[in-house]
């Protein structure tokens, strides 16, 4: 118990200092003590309680007087203080009257003050603001007057200078996000300008190329001409040759003028005046400053090379006509035109490493694209058009810095095929003239005609010039017109040779070459094949004959012609000789061959309407009226070989004469003739006197003695021994030099010999049924047989020794 009691005493204490959220676990503990110990806690409490009522009751004792006096006091003050109320209250009324003006006012004030604040704040954000809304309106302005460039600067500054400053605006994070897309837009139209500027310089590629390519051709003939009238001036005094610069200066400034104002008349542009390369320039600079101008490049390239390819492609047609070839050239041109200036104005976007990289693969094209076409070129006049349009094309083209020796190579290809096109055309051209010419000599029937001749061929002959008109000179029609076709194919060479940049020793050479072909090959073989014509007759081969002696006679002209043509001297080691002599050498003796023929086979007419009675008892006392014809003909023939040289003449007499003997010599071994009478054998003789009167009567000049008769002797020896009969002496003297009957060979006259006895036995039938009783007869059979069997036995000796 008395250890509970200092507890609850503390517990007291705690009570009384501690705040009385906190009592909570104190009294818990009163709870927590001996059973019954909050009952003694209460006691506690009461008692503790009862103290303080005591405490409080002794203070308000002491108190008590001096609270009566307060209370007494402050009644006084009661009455004061209403009154005092009363006035503060009048005095608040009056202040607030008065007040509610200053009231008003201050607030107004207040309020100007914030608007002024307000305002001095949208001034200050405004004034950061327009730069931007300024910059970006220029922007809007700038990309409306299409000047992107100046739109990407005004971009720039807007990004990196203004829109930081006012970054925090609504607007600005719309303009921030509409840049990229105005960036986006700007790169699309430039590409698209790009495009069309592509599709443009497509379009007018032929015309800048054709442009480029007339100025060229004006600039080459300007200073060709300007070199000709040096090299006239050449060799004047100085001051006669100062004037004379100085007029040449003037002249050309004048020429460039006029030249001038006609390329102005005649709206000759340039690529800058036919194409728009703003956008180019503009498209680049854009993606530069974008950080794409490498993905520009590579996209111009690209379409350029693809362009490039159409360009290299030529029309299938491109061969018919020079127009073809011409607008072929000028797109190439024009391409390479506007490389060259990209090349020259732009930095990166084109570079010479690329644009001779593209020239390559262009200039394969062309030479592949240039040699299959021209293949198919059959005229020389297109082919040399094509030529010049290839040197312009070359010329042009090497002014702007790209090598072009590969086209002057391909044009010495192209040289040999206008030479074949020109050998194809000269050969109708000769042709033509063969077929038109009568071969008869041609008529000059006053001095004015013969001069016109001898001004187409060079025809020099002392003995005509001294008879008088009218007179024949001895070729033919076509002898000068041959002369001048080969001028002229000279003529038409050399107009491909021009402008090659060649010597004139290599011109010389070419133009020597390409005669030579045309002597050698085509005027050969067109008088070849004149020579072998069906209705080409001796009359015609023999002036033949001496046509090819005069042209032959002329080469040498041809070579002086070609010297004076190209000034270099037939003397130089390296000149070449023209094969002309040969040509028509070959010529002339395919014709002397052709006119020995045509003599054979017209003789082999004669013979075949030779109609022999075999059977006949006597001759008719004259020679056959078909060996007469043929006897005339040929007197008549050898006369017009007048004009021959001798040898040529003597030829085809010994010719005409050995055939007919060798025709006259078959017709009588003839297998399918079987008999032969006596009477038939003398009619034969007269005919064979009659060939050898011809013979004798000297045909042709120039036979020495009886040559000519000689080609019958093989006939005359084997008639005069069936004639005299005279077999013994044959038999006799065979195989001996000195023998009548040396050119009688043994077959020979065994086959004659059979054929004559069976005509006899034939005859002899027909005449007396006791023929054979005949005791002549009988012993001209035996004579026969034994002679027969003799002549047999020669000929199984000359087999066995063969």
């Known amino acids: 118990m008395a250890e509970s009691l200092p507890e609850h005493d503390r517990i007291l204490q705690e009570i009384e200092s501690t705040d009385t959220a906190c009592v909570g676990p104190t009294l818990r503990s009163v709870y927590d003590d001996q059973p019954n110990a909050h009952q003694k806690f209460m006691e506690k409490l009461d008692a503790c309680i009862r103290n303080h009522d005591r405490e409080i009751e002794k203070m308000c004792n002491f108190h008590h007087q001096g609270f009566v006096d307060a209370i007494t006091e402050l009644l006084k003050v009661r009455a004061d203080a209403e009154k005092l109320k009363v006035q503060v209250t009048d005095t608040n009324r009056r202040l607030q009257d008065a007040g509610k003006e200053v009231i008003s006012q201050t607030e107004e004030i207040i309020r100007c003050r914030v608007q002024q604040r307000n305002i001095t704040t949208v001034v200050e954000k405004l004034q950061l603001c327009l730069p931007v809304l300024e910059m970006y309106s220029k922007l809007k302005e700038q990309m409306n007057v299409k000047r992107y460039y100046s739109a990407l600067k005004t971009m720039e500054q807007l990004e990196n200078l203004y829109l930081p400053r006012v970054s925090q605006y609504r607007f600005c994070q719309i303009m921030i996000e509409n840049l990229p897309k105005l960036r986006e837009e700007i790169k699309e139209i430039s590409m698209s300008d790009l495009k069309d500027f592509l599709e443009s310089i497509r379009k007018h590629s032929d015309r800048i190329g054709e442009t480029a390519m007339k100025q060229a051709q004006q600039q080459k003939t300007f200073s060709t001409t300007l070199q000709k009238q040096n090299n006239v001036n050449y060799g004047r005094n100085m001051h006669l040759g100062r004037s004379r610069i100085s007029e040449s200066k003037n002249e050309m400034t004048l020429k460039r003028t006029f030249e001038d104002d006609d390329e102005h008349e005649d709206e000759v542009l340039t690529a800058q005046d036919l194409v728009d390369f703003s956008p180019v320039y503009r498209c680049l600079h854009i993606y530069s400053v974008l950080g794409d101008g490498e993905i520009f490049e590579n996209y111009y390239r690209k379409q350029r090379r693809k362009q490039a390819r159409l360009v290299l492609q030529p029309q299938s047609s491109m061969h018919e006509t020079v127009e073809g070839y011409r607008r072929y050239f000028s797109q190439i041109v024009g391409f390479f035109v506007v490389e060259d200036h990209i090349l020259h104005v732009t930095q990166g976007l084109v570079t010479r490493t690329y644009t001779d990289e593209l020239w390559n693969m262009a200039l394969s094209k062309i030479v592949a694209v240039l040699r299959t076409h021209s293949s198919y070129c059959t005229d020389p006049d297109l082919v040399l058009e094509l030529k010049n349009l290839i040197v312009v094309f070359a010329d042009t083209l090497q002014g702007y810095g790209f090598p072009v020796n590969r086209l002057f190579d391909l044009l010495f290809e192209i040289r040999d095929q206008y030479n074949e096109t020109l050998l194809k055309k000269w050969s109708g051209l000769f042709r033509d003239i063969f077929e038109a010419d009568n071969y008869s000599p041609i008529p000059v029937a006053n001095e004015e005609e013969y001069k016109i001749v001898i001004s187409k061929f060079p025809f020099q002959d002392p003995e005509l010039d001294k008879q008088s008109f009218p007179k024949k000179l001895p070729m033919s029609q076509s002898v000068p017109q041959i002369y001048m076709q080969v001028k002229e194919f000279i003529y038409a060479s050399l107009k491909f040779s021009e402008s090659l940049h060649r010597s004139s020793t290599e011109i010389d050479d070419m133009l020597r070459k390409s005669t030579n072909l045309l002597l050698t090959r085509t005027l050969s073989s067109c ?19 001496i046509n090819t002696t005069h042209l032959e006679q002329a080469c040498k002209y041809l070579e002086d012609f070609i010297s004076n043509i190209t000034n270099i001297s037939q003397l130089t080691v390296h ?21 020995y023929t045509k003599l054979n086979q017209k003789i082999d007419e004669f013979i075949q309407i030779a109609d022999y009675d075999w059977t006949m008892s006597e001759s008719d006392g004259r020679a056959s009226g078909y060996l007469m014809d043929l006897i005339n003909f040929l007197r008549s023939t050898f006369q017009v070989f007048t004009h021959l040289p001798g040898k040529v003449a003597q030829t ?16 009588l071994l003839d297998s399918e003739l079987k008999q032969i009478s006596m009477g038939a054998i003398q009619q034969f003789n007269l ?23 000689l080609a019958f002797i093989d006939l005359r020896q084997l008639l005069d021994l069936f004639m005299v009969w005279d077999w013994s002496t044959y038999l006799a003297d ?59 036995s020669l000929v199984n000796g000359m ?4």
């Open 575 to 595: 000149t070449a000789r023209l094969y002309g002599l040969s040509t028509f050498k070959d010529a002339r003796h395919a014709a002397e061959g052709e006119i």
């Open 734 to 792: 065979y195989g001996q030099a000195t023998s009548k009957y040396l050119r009688v060979n043994p077959s020979t006259a065994l086959t004659l010999l059979e054929k004559v006895h069976r005509g006899m036995k034939d005859s002899s039938k027909k005449n007396n049924i006791f023929a054979q009783f005949r005791k002549n007869d009988r012993d001209k059979q035996k004579l026969i047989e034994t002679v027969v069997k003799q002549l047999r």
């Open 799 to 802: 087999s066995q020794h063969t």
């Open 527 to 545: 008088l070849q094949n004149l020579i072998k014509k069906p209705h080409i007759g001796l009359t015609e081969l023999v002036q033949i004959i």
């Open 652 to 667: 085809a007499c010994m010719s005409a004469c050995q055939h007919l003997s060798m025709s006259l010599m078959q017709m």
């Open 687 to 709: 005919d064979v006197i009659q060939c050898e009167l011809f013979a004798s009567s000297e045909p042709v000049p120039g036979f020495q003695g009886d040559t000519l008769q």
